[in-house]
């Protein structure tokens, strides 16, 4: 079968073949087109003639070299018309090498059809012949920046009286259909030697963009563009910044020339009811050649333009206002705990008490029968570390006399540490990390720019908490998009409200915004940068300068050049405390003394229909109680036991008492409801 392929391909090229002329006529041209396939290594060569050629035919030596090539597929095809040629391409491989005989007029208009068509742009052809009617225009063909056409044409030389022959290879293009061609020899060959070729890209090699001139929309964004104020036509100048910098080196290296405006939305570009706004509306419209800013890529941008590459990765966080010292009005003085860890003490000093008064009461060796009252004053005082007056001596009542206190001290510690830390150091925290935690706290807005790239996220984002972010916060409120980015932290420091924007962009406009803070979590990191129409040759020709730059470090230093200098906040300093601060603790004390006055009238009232009975029934009358000693001279309690005389020093004792005296006299009033004892 391969023996009948190669048979039948051997009959099609010899039926061709015959009386040779043109470019493949003389030997230097037969020994070029046979260098050129060796040293590019096409897998194919297909050769179109033209119909109106007449005899053109092909040279049966270079015929035969070419398929005697181990693995060299050669085709031969009449064409009349470019979709002949379409016809043939699509049946062949996409890296084969087209050739077409530049020999007469006919064969002219073959190419003139070709290059019409985009086929210039997708495929790699060969023209051979003269090439001067097409540099001198001629025949206006279409030869795009892009175009992968090579032309070799042979030229003859009188070098002292000797007739001297070359092939020159060279390329041609055309920045635009109304600019004259540029024309780039690649290789002179005299017939000997090595065929040298260069074999890089074509992006690589067309770096002369002279009388290009490029229409550049753009959007002010720090640190990548500063911009003047716009003109009535939104015209503005590029001031400054990394953007700017990195696209005045491409115009260095390139030469072509830009003007730049605004969109007249002054939107970044996102999608409308499936339309663009901003800046991608300008591209896909075809009224911009180049977007020059810090454009986010993404895959809904990236269906309508061409990214160049990335000058920079970013990522979005959320800002949020600094927590300030005591900044809170009604947690001054309970945000020192935890609800659970409140929760926990309030139990403490509920449960605890009736353990004591288990205890006391069921010990057969404690002496101290504790009643609840006395048992709950001991657990709210050890709060306020204060001492007792209960003497215990069972062992089981002194471990839980010991376990309130003790219990008491240690959370007494922690809550005064914290307070004092409270005063002292600011925290950072405020209650979210995350977008999890923000939806999960329900207290804060949330917003970012409108028109940005952010907007396309949330609205079609497929992660579940990204959705109902946009559900649950943005959607039902679309007042908390802001319009700008400074709009957006002046809502954060004003009150309740979460921005999220670009962390560069945030640290070059607000390097000393003491006020705010970024959260760690980072969100839709991307690349960032210069964009241009979908299909345009200009994505190759900056994405080869750019990576040359930062190869080079050209990108980094311009990036440390627009770097904002370190931020000057600093620890907040200690603050006086004011009424703000302890509010909580001027609240509870006005309660407990309104609450004294409500429980007043209350306790008259009592008195004079209740105590008052019971007082004369237990034969303490009013006379009675008259004549109690002044509560300046009256004993009271010792802390070990004993009695002090109430006007006495610490040391001085009471005056001796009478010997066994009877509680329930009449005789002693000064002694009847109480109980002193005696070390």
């Keep these: 079968m391969e023996f009948l392929k190669y048979l039948s391909l051997s009959i099609a090229l010899l039926s061709l073949a015959g009386p040779s002329h043109g470019f493949l006529e003389t030997s230097i041209g037969k020994m070029f087109f046979k260098r050129f396939t060796d040293v590019l290594e096409f897998p194919s060569v297909n050769i179109f003639i033209s119909n109106k050629a007449g005899d053109s035919q092909l040279p049966m030596d270079v015929l035969k070299s070419l398929w005697s090539m181990k693995g060299y597929s050669v085709g031969v095809q009449k064409v009349s018309s470019s979709k002949d040629v379409i016809r043939v391409l699509k049946a062949t491989s996409v890296d084969s090498l087209n050739v077409i005989l530049l020999d007469d007029e006919a064969d002219f208009n073959l190419l003139m059809m070709i290059t019409r068509e985009p086929l210039a742009r997708k495929y790699s052809w060969l023209a051979l012949g003269d090439v001067d009617p097409i540099v001198e225009g001629d025949f206006r063909l279409n030869l795009p920046i892009d175009n992968l056409m090579t032309f070799a044409s042979l030229h003859t030389m009188n070098v002292t009286n000797t007739i001297m022959e070359k092939v020159v290879v060279m390329e041609v293009y055309s920045l635009a259909k109304d600019l004259p061609y540029i024309s780039r020899v690649l290789a002179e060959w005299y017939g000997r030697g090595p065929l040298k070729l260069p074999l890089d890209g074509w992006s690589e090699r067309r770096t002369n963009l002279t009388g290009l001139h490029l229409r550049c929309v753009t959007m002010p964004q720090e640190p990548f563009i500063y911009v003047s104020e716009p003109n009535d036509q939104l015209k503005v100048d590029l001031l400054g910044g990394y953007a700017r910098d990195v696209f005045r080196a491409l115009q260095e290296k390139l030469g072509f020339t830009y003007t730049c405006r605004l969109p007249p939305d002054y939107k970044w570009g996102s999608l409308e009811n499936g339309q663009w706004n901003g800046l991608m ?399």
């Design 281 to 679: 509306k300008e591209m896909v419209s075809g009224r911009a050649d180049v977007v020059v800013t810090s454009l986010d890529h993404n895959s809904a941008r990236a269906k309508d333009v061409d990214f160049a590459m990335g000058l920079r990765k970013v990522g979005y966080r959320m800002v949020t206002r600094r927590p300030g010292l005591m900044d809170e009005t009604w947690t001054s003085f309970t945000s020192e705990l935890l609800p659970t860890a409140w929760a926990g003490t309030m139990a403490f000093v509920i449960l605890a008490p009736p353990c004591l008064v288990f205890c006391s009461r069921l010990s057969p060796t404690e002496t101290e029968k504790v009643s609840f009252k006395d048992a709950y004053i001991l657990a709210i005082g050890a709060f306020a570390i204060q001492g007792s007056w209960l003497d215990v001596r069972s062992l089981s009542t002194r471990i839980v006399f010991i376990t309130i206190f003790l219990a008491t001290l240690v959370v007494y510690a922690h809550y005064t540490s914290a307070l004092v830390s409270l005063l002292t150091v600011a925290s950072t925290s405020v209650g979210f990390s995350s977008l999890q935690s923000l939806l999960e706290d329900g207290s804060y807005q949330f917003g970012f720019m409108s028109g940005t790239s952010l907007e396309d996220e949330f609205r079609n984002a497929r992660q579940p908490i990204i959705r109902e972010v946009w559900q649950q916060l943005i959607a039902p409120y679309p007042e908390n998009l802001a319009v700008s980015d400074r709009a957006g932290v002046k809502k954060v420091i004003q009150g309740r409200y979460v921005y999220m924007m670009e962390e560069n962009i945030y640290r070059s406009m607000f390097p000393n915004q003491c006020d705010t803070q970024l959260l760690r979590g980072q969100y839709f990191t991307t690349e960032t940068g210069f964009a241009v129409p979908k299909g345009s040759p200009l994505k190759e020709i900056f994405d080869n300068q750019l990576m040359r730059m930062r190869d080079g470090g050209v990108l980094s230093r311009s990036w440390k050049r627009w770097q904002p200098p370190p931020p000057l906040c600093t620890a907040p300093p200690v603050v006086a405390l004011n009424l703000h601060h302890l509010f909580t603790a001027f609240l509870l004390l006005l309660l407990g003394v309104v609450a004294a006055l409500v429980f007043l009238p209350c306790e008259k009232l009592h008195w004079n229909f209740v105590g008052k009975e019971k007082a004369q029934k237990s034969g303490l009358s009013k006379p009675a109680l008259a004549a109690l000693p002044p509560a300046e001279t009256r004993l009271r309690p010792g802390p070990l036991g004993g009695v002090w005389h109430s006007g006495g020093s610490a040391s001085a004792r009471a005056p001796a008492m009478p010997e066994d005296p009877d509680p329930t006299s009449t005789a002693y009033p000064a002694f009847q409801g109480a109980t002193y004892g005696f070390t």
